[in-house]
């Protein structure tokens, strides 16, 4: 038996679960999801429209796997289209700077011969059913970063997309310069130490 995938997931108000053949589709407020589950699950929603459940009949570990998995997705989607998810990224080092041009991000992260004329080094499109919120658009040397959220109804998609633009320019140990989540801790390294003294 699965834990997690026995557990009913519930629907709260507003939020419409319908299913059609092996796909399942979520409304919402903050938008609309489907998935195409397994055949070696099961999903129903009862008659009130109020729950939904998971199941299995295979004794296969690889259905008592998907089972928890299935399970744990689906209420992602529900989450998604009534909280939504949320990440929040932050830009350190001088002269960074984060700026939202229509559907399009632009990142400025101290690559040499790059950027030139006042162009942004990375013009990164923003996909479909993803917002970004530029809250600080220029870091401020190496404590003042600059700061913009990823939301989105689809906790994958925000999270591929974040981990996408941290790639650009991954923290450095010695200024921990480059882009980071916010509260990330990053692991420092000390810089060369020169004796000085007279021979």
């Known amino acids: 038996m699965s834990r997690i995938g026995k557990k009913p997931i519930a629907i709260p108000s507003g939020v419409t679960v319908k299913l059609a053949d092996r796909t399942v589709n979520v409304q919402g407020p903050k938008g609309s999801l489907a998935w195409t589950f397994p055949e070696i699950v099961a999903v129903s929603v009862d008659d009130a429209g109020q729950t939904v459940t998971v199941s299995t009949t295979s004794q296969q570990k690889s259905a008592r796997a998907m089972w928890g998995t299935a399970r744990s997705l689906i209420d992602n989607m529900v989450v998604g289209v009534t909280?939504?998810?949320?990440?929040k990224l932050e830009v350190y080092g001088t002269g960074y700077s984060a700026k939202l041009e229509g559907r399009k991000i632009h990142l400025n992260c101290g690559y040499m011969g790059r950027g030139v004329d006042g162009k942004p080094q990375f013009s990164i499109p923003v996909p479909e059913g993803i917002e970004i919120d530029v809250e600080v658009a220029?870091?401020?040397?190496?404590?003042?970063p600059a700061k913009f959220s990823i939301r989105g109804a689809d906790k994958q998609k925000v999270?591929?997309?974040?981990?996408?633009i941290r790639a650009i320019r991954t923290p450095e140990p010695y200024k921990g310069k480059g882009i980071r989540y916010a509260g990330e801790a990053v692991r420092r390294?000390?810089?060369?130490?020169?004796?000085?003294?007279s021979k």
Do not use: I, M
Request: charged share 30%; hydrophobic share 35%.
């Open 83 to 87: 909280a939504g998810y949320e990440k």
């Open 138 to 144: 220029a870091a401020r040397g190496d404590t003042e």
């Open 159 to 164: 999270g591929q997309f974040a981990a996408e």
């Open 189 to 197: 390294k000390q810089g060369k130490a020169f004796a000085s003294g």
